[in-house]
């Protein structure tokens, strides 16, 4: 590879970081307009997200742990759910001592309704990738998540990072 096609393809993976970047900086405003579509506030949006996307039964508990508050808080934002029709209490499938919380069939369609515009066009700008692109795309978008999880999944680290900083700043 010459010099010129090297500056040109750090260039791209420098830009392609920025794009990443942005688009992680969207998500908060995103995820604030879904809540006021919905009617419900950015926690309650997180845990309605949380329990529809789950395949796992979780409890009051488990669902405060999950969103990073006390078990008296996320019992409150469950009784304020269940009041306005988006959660409901039902026994745990395996273990008749506990309970858990899922999400009613109108908080799913609240939700979708919610995100329609959004999937639509998304959907559009998928629609006009070939396939040999949309593969790439694939790859890197679930590498990045990966990378996304691990980091997510990786408390309590400071200091300087083992590599050097380098990709979305």
Known sequence: MNESSTSDLHEAHYLIGQALRALLGLAPDVHAVLA?????GITDLTALD???????PMGVVELGDSLGIRSASATVLVDRLVAAGHLQRAPHPTDGRRRIVRATGSAHDDMLDAL????AGINRVTEQLDADTSRAV??????VCAVLRDFAQTPGQTGPASAPAEGPT
């Open 116 to 119: 329609r515009p959004l999937i």
């Open 138 to 143: 694939l790859a890197y978008l679930n590498d």
């Open 36 to 40: 006021r579509r919905v009617g419900v």
């Open 50 to 56: 949380r329990l529809t996307s789950s395949d796992q």
